[in-house]
């Protein structure tokens, strides 16, 4: 869900969006850019990838969209793209329903699974590993440590480790005071382990169970760059994917054309005809 504090930002760059066109009236198109804009970041098109960083960034984030399209309690999927966003070579986009004010375990353990996706799929079918993960590892490490010690959200029980000390009228940041011995660290060290694991090995058995799709989205990632949340669905049933339409501006600069993109069937390689 958009916040009411970016509901000024959206309008702006919806009316933006629409004078870049030479268009007096708003269209939904420009209000999907500015969805786009403030929910993932402004596009960074001058940021060239080479096409093994393309196909790296692709399989990354297929990985995250297979895992969160398939595991329970996750945000349905809005968007996924390869297209460098902010300080991201690639975004996958969840949306929730509704606002959320309260999270449960569950959930929890379900977005660690899919911040574990992106390292999984460079892993399983690129045999490697990036620093595009890098994020994704330090988020779930810092949820996992919040379930531990804030939230009473693992074996240790419902207690909270660690006390807040706010000195920032002091000119120093929030620190966090150590009130547990050597061997409760541990115990919190090998319990944020656990969680960070058990969504890796959650993330790895949907993966595995499902490579055939996963290899459709990165494939069709290479191709479009950017799907939304009826093309990954068609994608994951083996449905062909639609032909796109393209809009363009029309030779008065006010009225669109749409051009229609030839259909492709997901998970044929780029260069290659679809079967007829």
């Known amino acids: 869900m958009i916040a009411g504090a970016d509901i000024a930002n959206l309008v702006n760059e919806s009316a933006l969006n629409a004078a870049r066109q030479n268009r007096k009236v708003v269209m939904m198109i420009d209000f999907d850019l500015a969805k786009d804009k403030v929910l993932m970041g402004a596009e960074r098109k001058s940021m060239l990838l080479t096409e093994e960083e393309k196909k790296v960034t692709a399989y990354h984030e297929a990985g995250h969209a297979i895992v969160a399209a398939l595991m329970p309690f996750s945000d349905p999927l809005h968007k996924v793209t390869i297209i460098p966003r902010g300080m991201a070579l690639g975004v996958t986009m969840q949306l929730p329903e509704t ?3 309260n999270y449960t375990l569950d959930y929890l353990n379900t977005q660690i699974a899919v911040m574990m996706g992106g390292r999984l799929a460079e892993e399983i079918f690129l045999n490697q590993m990036s620093t ?8 779930a490490t810092e949820m996992s440590r919040k379930m531990v010690c804030e939230w009473g959200m693992s074996s240790l029980g419902p207690l ?4 807040k000390e706010e000195q920032i009228f002091l000119g120093r940041e929030l620190s966090q005071h150590r009130d547990f011995s050597e061997e409760t660290a541990r115990e919190i060290d090998s319990e944020v382990r656990r969680l960070v694991n058990g969504g890796y090995e959650k993330a790895k058995a949907i993966i595995l169970e499902n490579r055939d799709a996963l290899i459709r989205i990165a494939l069709a990632l290479l191709e ?4 939304d949340a009826n093309e990954l669905k068609l994608i994951i049933e083996g ?3 639609p032909a796109r339409v393209i809009p363009q501006k029309g030779d008065d600069g006010v009225q669109q054309v749409l051009k229609p993109e030839p259909g492709r069937t997901p998970g044929i390689a780029p260069g290659k005809p679809s079967p007829a």
């Open 99 to 101: 606002d959320k004010h």
């Open 132 to 139: 595009g993960a890098g994020n994704d590892i330090e988020r």
């Open 160 to 163: 909270t480790f660690g006390k």
């Open 224 to 227: 479009r760059e950017v799907l």
């Open 239 to 241: 449905k062909q994917l």
